[in-house]
Nanobody, 125 residues
Framework: QVNLVESGGGLVQSGDSLRLSCTSSGRTFGVAGLGWFRQAPGKEREFVALFTWSAGRTYYADSVKGRFTISGDKRKNTVYLQMSSLKPEDTAVYYC??????????????????WGRGTQVTVSA
């Protein structure tokens, strides 16, 4: 199984920046990409971004396009989510997830095989 550990969350002001990291270990050779989902209190978990290893393709939710940048370091088995111009509506627990195949719809939770425990991001107004 793939183990995922997120870091970098915290409490920031509106307009500030944060960089989240997701480091994977274990069966990483079977991972097609690492993505980020987030879940705000009382709301459904939603897709944020995905980075694929084979070609470095990136995918973003409309709500974060132009503000968030996802990147990867294959040698470190780590994906980063650089978040800028943060808004209160970005407040959520951010989860890293491993996509085990290049098939499937990238914004569906059920195509991801492993999940991290999450890191809290809080943006105050």
């Amino acid at each position: 199984q793939v183990n995922l550990v997120e870091s970098g969350g915290g409490l920031v002001q509106s307009g500030d920046s944060l960089r989240l990291s997701c480091t994977s270990s274990g069966r990483t050779f079977g991972v097609a990409g690492l993505g980020w989902f987030r879940q705000a209190p009382g709301k459904e978990r939603e897709f944020v971004a995905l980075f694929t290893w084979s070609a470095g393709r990136t995918y973003y939710a409309d709500s974060v396009k132009g503000r968030f940048t996802i990147s990867g370091d294959k040698r470190k088995n780590t994906v980063y989510l650089q978040m800028s111009s943060l808004k209160p509506e970005d407040t959520a627990v951010y989860y890293c997830a491993a996509k085990g195949s290049y098939a499937g719809t990238y914004y569906f939770e059920n195509v991801y095989d492993s999940w991290g425990r999450g890191t809290q991001v809080t943006v105050s107004a």
